[in-house]
């Protein structure tokens, strides 16, 4: 079950609205939902220039804190960084500090003495970056790239940013997420975020042991079948199965699961023929996707890739302004 | 005597507030007709590149380019990741992308702006032209130079000279027709128009 956490309001955003930190796409409204894509489509063309940097964060220090390990996420946070000019600490936690019986919080004060700006977090426990958000001084920002089983929002941020991209919008779009629901941060994050940006049907699709219970409360339709799930919808979102699940008697096998919830052109079938093909990766081939979809023309797993580097740097620009309570500016009539 | 200068002072305050307030199309591109020609004779025998910075100077360098009897390839640039103020004022959601659709390495950059006032665009706007290569030379054009400079920095042609006070701005709209007026400041204004 995953735990009920307090409204994030209070915590991520200042007082006059800016985001302060980004722990969760829940009870964010939908215009900073939209701030954050626009911000990140503003970075997307810094990713295609011979000197691929700009000094927004010049002298500032990020802090990529990861008490759990993830290669991808993690570099892509440091490579955002790097493009906005921070300099950038790489802490692989769990093998140092706490490890040697030093508390979360005496890390923090240490890192905190070495004038940190911000602090990338990632975290086996659910609700860590809320409780490193709420400990940490006024100057720092706090963004979660992902805790538990609770939230990763600046993945679920690409994946709109992915989808804006190819469909124009949210509105009117039906949007499918495949697999391990119930152990998938990413999927919670993507639903919460979809449904305050417009998308007119969310569906959970798959098997009832990977399906929390709480599934609808959560603002989606519930479908344990392939054929009824995908039909007609706009996107498919494919999540990666951990295979430890499959030692835990949550699934009889990878054959079984693939036969019944892998995505193969034949299951993509059912749904619109200009339907997209996402997933957070590192894909698992065979097992929730087949080659010839993860491969094929309507994939747009890479484009995420890519996406993603631009909607950490929206997300690390905006969270170090609003450490400032001053308004965003408009226009500068003089200059 | 005193009495007189004190007189001549109010008279020529008077004068200043009755200064156009506006300036309409034709007006403006009158400004355009002579910056072009004072273009077209600075660069004589050279082949400037036009860089307008977003979004007043990317239309004052368009409607200026119509002009020239040879348009010039044409750019634009958008400084707001290199502004020195990130930190007070944030950033704003939407930043168009800035686009050089030509190599900026060993070209003559004319950069082009709809307002001059403290300089600090210009020094964001040339940062960012050094990520892109190094150029000649670059030369800065404005339809506008309002005073109040905070960095060593001119203007090579400029349209109009004003001398406005602290609390009043030129504001270019557009892009077509391109029409200017002086807006007051109100309080909330004052961060955003600093730089």
């Known amino acids: 079950m995953t735990p009920t956490l307090a409204p994030s309001s209070r915590v991520q955003l200042t007082e006059d609205g800016k985001l302060r930190h980004f722990l969760t796409t829940e009870h964010l409204p939908r215009s900073l939902l939209e701030d954050i894509l626009d911000t990140a489509a503003s970075f997307v063309d810094v990713g295609g220039r011979s000197i691929k940097k700009v000094p927004l964060l010049r002298g500032k220090t990020v802090v990529n804190l990861f008490f759990e390990s993830s290669t991808r996420t993690r570099s892509t946070f440091e490579l955002a960084a790097q493009r906005l000019s921070a300099d950038v600490l790489n802490l692989d936690i769990a093998k140092s500090a706490t490890s040697k019986g030093e508390t979360l919080l005496d890390t923090l004060r240490n890192l905190e003495a070495m004038a940190a700006d911000m602090f990338v977090v990632r975290h086996q426990d659910s609700g860590a970056p809320f409780f490193i958000a709420n400990e940490v001084t006024p100057n720092v920002a706090v963004i979660n790239a992902g805790d538990g089983r609770h939230a990763h929002p600046t993945q679920a941020m690409l994946d709109m940013y992915t989808i804006r991209h190819y469909k124009g919008g949210f509105e009117g779009l039906k949007v499918a997420i495949v697999g391990d629901i119930l152990h998938s941060r990413v999927a919670r994050s993507q639903v919460h975020a979809l449904n305050t940006l417009g998308a007119e049907e969310v569906r959970l699709i798959g098997p009832k042991t990977l399906l929390p219970v709480d599934a609808e409360a959560l603002g989606a339709t519930v479908f344990t079948d392939m054929a009824h799930g995908l039909k007609d919808v706009d996107v498919v979102i494919m999540l990666r199965l951990q295979k430890e699940r499959m030692d835990s008697a949550l699934l009889p096998s990878e054959g079984e699961f693939f036969r019944l919830y892998g995505l193969n052109n034949e299951k993509l079938h059912y749904a619109k023929e200009d339907a997209i093909v996402m997933h957070p990766g590192p894909i698992n081939r065979g097992v929730e996707i087949a080659s010839e979809v993860a491969d094929g023309p309507r994939s747009v797993i890479l484009n995420q890739v890519t996406f993603g580097i631009a909607v950490r740097m929206a997300v690390m620009s905006m969270t170090i302004s609003g450490q400032d309570s001053a308004p965003a500016g408009g226009a500068a009539h003089g200059s | ?195």
């Open chain 2, 1 to 195: 005597m005193l009495g007189s200068f004190a007189m001549r002072a109010w008279h020529l305050w008077i004068a200043f507030l009755e200064s156009p307030l506006s300036w309409d199309e034709q007006q403006l591109q009158t400004h355009l007709d002579t910056m072009a020609v004072a273009v077209a004779e600075r660069f004589a025998g050279q082949a400037p590149l036009l860089v307008g910075i977003e979004s007043g100077g990317a239309w004052v360098a368009e409607a200026l380019n119509a002009k020239l009897e040879t348009p010039l390839p044409l750019g634009t640039l958008n400084p707001a990741f290199y502004r020195d103020d990130f930190d007070t004022r944030g950033l704003k959601a939407t930043v168009t992308p800035s686009k050089l659709p030509f190599e900026v390495d060993g070209q003559h950059i004319v950069l082009v702006d709809d307002v001059l006032m403290t300089g600090r665009t210009i020094r964001a706007a040339m940062n960012e032209l050094f990520d892109f290569g190094r150029p000649a030379s670059i030369s800065l054009v404005v339809l506008f130079d309002i005073g109040h400079r905070e960095l060593p920095i001119r203007a090579d042609i400029c349209g109009e000279t004003l001398a406005l006070p602290p609390h009043q701005r030129v504001e270019l709209r557009g892009p077509s027709p391109l029409i200017a007026e002086i807006r007051e400041l109100v309080a909330e204004d004052n961060r955003e128009t600093r730089s």
